[in-house]
């Protein structure tokens, strides 16, 4: 089975290298939105099968963008994981309160990535 990845991030470097990253996995189809605004659009025509989410991003953040993608009955079951470098156990309990399906530590090990990844999708 083929897996749509959308990995959402507001830097290009790390949006390259997660999509590079992602790609090992000859199974993954990977798309990248430079922002949570861009999220909200390119996800219901994506229809993707894992929502890969980083968590500081200028303008709309990757908690106000979980709630809206939430909020949409097109995106509402899909597994969202934030990629970040809050990883305190009291910030990874918030953000798995407000509906993420877990966290991936940033800085990522671009050789881990997509088995990280795959492990939200079961």
Excluded: W
């Amino acid at each position: 089975m083929n897996f749509r990845v959308l990995y959402v991030d507001d830097e290009p470097d790390i949006r390259e290298v997660a999509a590079l990253s992602l790609e090992l996995d000859e199974t993954f189809t990977v798309r990248t939105c430079s922002s949570g605004t861009e999220a909200l659009v390119e996800a219901p025509k994506f229809e993707p099968h894992l929502i890969l989410l980083d968590v500081m991003m200028p303008g709309m953040d990757g908690p106000e963008t979980l709630r809206q993608l939430k909020a949409d009955p097109r995106t509402s079951d899909v597994p969202i994981v934030f990629v970040t470098a809050k990883t305190q156990t009291t910030e990874i309990a918030r953000f798995l309160a407000i509906g993420a399906a877990g966290v991936i530590r940033k800085p990522f090990d671009p050789m881990t990535l997509a088995a990280q990844a795959r492990g939200f999708l079961s």
